[in-house]
């Protein structure tokens, strides 16, 4: 329970000091693709355990399922990062997490899922108390031919904020929208000018509220 904590953690702060724009849903999506069972037992195999693994199957019952080899393999990470934790301390098992699990590449873009693209740009706009979005057509060929294309931006006052295009002025505009809110929840924050809450607990061994160095 400890390791999967910290690794929950670890991955949360990383998103949301990474990604300050991105959505709650997406958020917890990245976090699972991060740290989740599928990934620990990856990496349990990438380190080697597997063949070490001792696991005999545990039948379900009223209080818990069954433990799975899947789900013994996914917990060898977690144990080792609640190791790293009690016996080094908090920003070594941050070290460890970020070695192993947050250096990965996880495709963000395709956890954004709109069913209205227009509207919710419409009402992140408004949030942000920007100018209500436009849409303008920037180029376009073939209007009258079998296979038209149109290219259409939209801006928030001068500002422009995405640009998709399409064979219909309607699909050109759905694919602007989305790529305007991608462009938006996707903004990284500069590498430099991250900075993990975790890294304000002291540097010591046990209780992180113990007096101490930054880590």
Known sequence: MLGNS??????????????????????????????????????????????????????PTPARPAVLHYDALSSIPRALTALVYQHRSLPTARTFAQSF???????????????????????TVAKFGREKPVSRLLKETGRYSISPVFVVGIYSGADKLGEGFGSSLKMAEYRAAEDSLHRLYLTQTPPHLVHLPTSTFPKVQGDVFAGGAEG
């Open 101 to 123: 699990f947050l250096s990965r590449e996880v495709d963000l873009r395709s956890m954004l899922k709109f069913r209205d693209p227009k509207l919710s740009l419409i009402e």
């Open 6 to 59: 910290l690794l929950g953690l670890f991955a949360a702060e990383h998103l949301n000091t990474s990604y300050p724009h991105l959505p709650t849903r997406a958020l917890k999506a990245a976090v699972s693709a991060y740290v989740g069972p599928m990934t620990c037992a990856s990496v349990a195999r990438e380190m080697g355990a597997a063949p070490l693994l001792r696991w005999h199957r545990t039948p």
